[in-house]
């Protein structure tokens, strides 16, 4: 998916499934690189983070939500890390974040309808990126060396040797052969008599 249309979008959306400001959203670049580690290392994150919103005391990333570029990640205490990926796991109008990443309504830090409604957009994107992506690559194939497409192929060209090299269709002119009055004249002189 996009980079930047997903940073734009989770510029715009992202804090507002935020239920208090005790937390802040990051997105990159303005997330700290060692927090970036370590939310990474304690939610299994295998993709590059985009924003995060780290719910653990002093900032250590061990509990809160990521987002990267084909999933979200989340944990919180006492509980084992969920992740969705958008085009594989999360259906729209049949998903939501308490059944899949497990926030409740009631949940104190994210409110779960703005995270369904943002995550669904996320699948959104992802959707209509998947089907314009085969029209995309064919152009950046051929750029970079890929066989061009078959020309219609051109008629046989005639053997040099069938050919007289005029227009007409009667081989046995203008060529060194024998003609057929040249044959006749072969044929007379054959059978003249020698003794003359």
């Known amino acids: ?9 989770l510029l715009e959306r992202f804090p507002l499934c935020t239920k208090s400001g005790t937390f802040p959203v990051l997105t990159i670049p303005n997330i700290p690189e060692k927090q970036m580690k370590h939310m990474a290392k304690n ?8 924003s995060i919103c780290d719910t653990s005391l002093f900032g250590r990333g061990k509990n809160g939500i990521a987002f990267t570029e084909k999933a979200v990640y989340f944990k919180d205490s006492l ?18 974040a308490y059944a899949t990443l497990g926030i409740a309504p009631s949940h104190v830090f994210f409110d779960n309808f703005a995270l369904t409604d943002l995550i669904d957009e996320l699948v959104r994107i992802a959707a209509e990126e998947s089907e314009e992506e085969p029209e995309k690559e064919a152009p950046a194939e051929a750029e970079q060396g890929s066989p061009a497409p078959e020309a219609e192929p051109e008629p046989p060209a005639k053997p040099a040797d069938d050919s007289d090299g005029d227009e007409d269709d009667d081989d046995d002119d203008d060529d060194d052969s024998p003609g057929f009055l040249d044959l006749l004249g072969i044929a007379m002189d054959v059978t003249d008599d020698p003794s003359r």
Do not use: N
């Open 1 to 9: 998916m996009s980079r930047s249309r997903i940073k734009a979008l």
């Open 43 to 50: 939610l299994s994150v295998q993709e590059d983070i985009i």
């Open 79 to 96: 509980s084992s890390v969920k992740k969705v990926y958008y085009s594989e796991d999360w259906q729209i109008g049949k998903d939501d």
